[in-house]
């Protein structure tokens, strides 16, 4: 299949940021003061809400109306295969237990497939009052600001982004991972949105991001905005980001830090 055009990357933006800051406002504006669970998936406390739903339904909606003919794959079960070459990945609250509780970062997700090639993504991270885009070869930005990484650190002065499984033996597993890798950098955070993690990379407010067990709904906007921000993005050494594993980091300290994790052993439980 050709290249997707100018114009075609263009509407898809447009229809991604406007999908997702409408998510975001109804997640935002509409979180019920008794919010609960509605279901589980994984296990007991991977959790997913009403909201995530209605979320996934506002988005599922707008693009019916706006792209009847494309397909999508959303975090809470719409999957349509769609004629047009085009596939949206949705992830309509990444951060769902941040969000049941009331903590500020969580995010919504939408990114563009053409042909199998994310050219577009867009995170929305309403409480932030940030909105994070990217189209392929054109550059990541958060308003008029384009994105840069940070340049490459010395290991033991980075700052690294990760996350965890909701299985108790991955969480076990990659517990270990930290103990280890802990005392050799200068600090890890744990965020809880893998679409801002990665999206922090880009902005330069984190030198490094990995995790395991991500989703491709957890992975596609976000590993875009990092890579058109400058960051490279990837699993296990020579192969791309995936469930097994995701890393994402500057060139020069995305080497060191995927080598290392390869030897820790963050890609299996």
Same mark, same amino acid.
């Given at each position: 299949?050709?290249? *997707? !055009? ?19 406002? $109804? ?12 279901? =589980?998936? !994984? ?5 997913? =809400? ?21 397909? %999508? ?9 769609? =004629?047009?070459? %085009? ?11 941040? +969000?049941? +509780?009331? $903590? ?15 050219? %577009?993504?867009? %995170? ?6 940030? @909105? +994070? ?11 008029? #600001?384009?994105?840069?990484?940070? *340049?490459?650190?010395?290991?033991? /002065?980075? $700052? ?7 299985? @108790?033996?991955?969480?076990?597993? /990659?517990?270990?991972?930290? #103990? #280890? $890798? ?27 991001? +990995?995790? #395991? ?44 830090? /995927? ?11």
């Amino acid at each position: 299949m050709n290249a *997707p !055009t100018d114009a075609l990357k263009a509407e898809l933006l447009s229809v991604a940021v406007e999908a997702a800051e409408r998510a975001g406002a $109804l997640l935002r504006d509409g979180r019920p003061a008794d919010l609960g669970v509605a279901a =589980t998936k !994984t296990s007991p406390i991977d959790v997913v =809400t009403e909201m995530d739903l209605a979320s996934e339904k506002l988005i599922t909606g707008f693009l019916a109306e706006h792209r009847p003919d494309d397909g %999508v794959l959303g975090e809470e079960g719409a999957s349509t295969p769609g =004629t047009s070459g %085009v596939r949206w990945v949705v992830d309509p609250l990444d951060g769902t237990v941040n +969000y049941l +509780y009331g $903590l500020p970062s969580w995010s919504v997700s939408i990114a563009a497939e053409h042909a199998g090639e994310t050219v %577009v993504g867009v %995170v929305a991270a309403p409480l932030r009052g940030e @909105t +994070y885009r990217a189209v392929l070869g054109e550059g990541a930005w958060l308003g008029d #600001r384009r994105l840069r990484v940070r *340049p490459a650190p010395a290991f033991e /002065q980075a $700052l690294l982004g990760t996350g965890f499984g909701y299985l @108790t033996a991955r969480r076990t597993a /990659q517990a270990e991972v930290v #103990r #280890r $890798l802990l005392p050799e950098v200068r600090d890890i955070r744990r965020g809880g949105s893998a679409a801002i993690d990665l999206c922090d990379v880009a902005c330069g407010r984190l030198d490094g991001y +990995y995790e #395991r067990g991500l989703n491709p709904w957890d992975l596609a906007a976000g590993d875009l905005v990092a890579r058109e921000a400058g960051a490279l993005t990837g699993g296990r050494p020579g192969a791309p980001a995936s469930g097994e594993l995701a890393v994402a980091a500057p060139p020069g300290f995305f080497e060191p830090l /995927q080598a290392r994790l390869e030897e820790l052993g963050a890609w299996h439980d």
